[in-house]
């Protein structure tokens, strides 16, 4: 494979990874077995592609304005907590043996696709139990979620957008579009920390970081457009059969 066609096949993957990934669906998908197809080894295609996923904070904050209007507070809260676990998960990566928890990891990203299947009966639970039983252990189902997720998320990540995104339907915003965006900000600010983490700390392949990471800018600042005019049970049942077909993928092949 020449260097051009390896540049164009890496950039046209991260802008169908950018795309599908801020729209609500799952960026790893795509941009991980390209790496893999242009030959990095696992291990290096999966810290390129946490690396290269940093692009996608940008473009997706740019196209998502309408939606995070009037959720300043809300971000300051949570972003902070979702970068320190997306710095936490990096150096789980770098301190434990490759694949620790691939056997647990299809069965995470099916659970998450089910929840999100099942939100707006999960979400209507909640708030009633929230209501019967305002106690400290119900409010703090969405910290507790989003240090997981997003310690997950700079481990590995595949997935994680889904798991997110069922979460914060759950527990703090029921419009899927929203929710959708929100989602974005928190595993963007978790992934920058993961790259700076594996920039200062492991072996970056930056020549295929740089075209992967242009298209998934580009492709980012069309996602968020896509999740806003789609319907929403449409979108919702396009991210769980997404979800639900790389959880079948990473069972049957949990090493890439």
Known sequence: ???????????????????????GGITSLISYPALLAVGLP??????????????????????????????????????????LGGAAGSLLLLSTPPGLFARVVPFLVAAGSLALLAQPWLTARHQRHRRAHPSPASSAVLPLGLITMSVYNGYFGAGSGVMTLALLLITSEPHLATANALKNMVIGAGTLLSATAFAAFAPVDWTAVAPLALGMFLGSTLGPRIARRLPAPLLRWLVVLIGLGLAIQLWLNPNG
């Open 1 to 23: 494979m020449t260097d051009l066609v390896t540049i164009a096949l890496l950039a046209g993957a991260g802008l169908l990874a950018g795309v599908v990934g801020t729209a």
């Open 42 to 83: 696992a291990l290096s295609a999966n810290v390129a592609n946490i690396v290269a996923l940093v692009a996608c904070w940008p473009g997706s904050a740019l196209a998502s304005q309408p939606e995070l209007v009037g959720h300043g507070r809300w971000l300051r809260r949570w972003v902070p907590l979702s970068a």
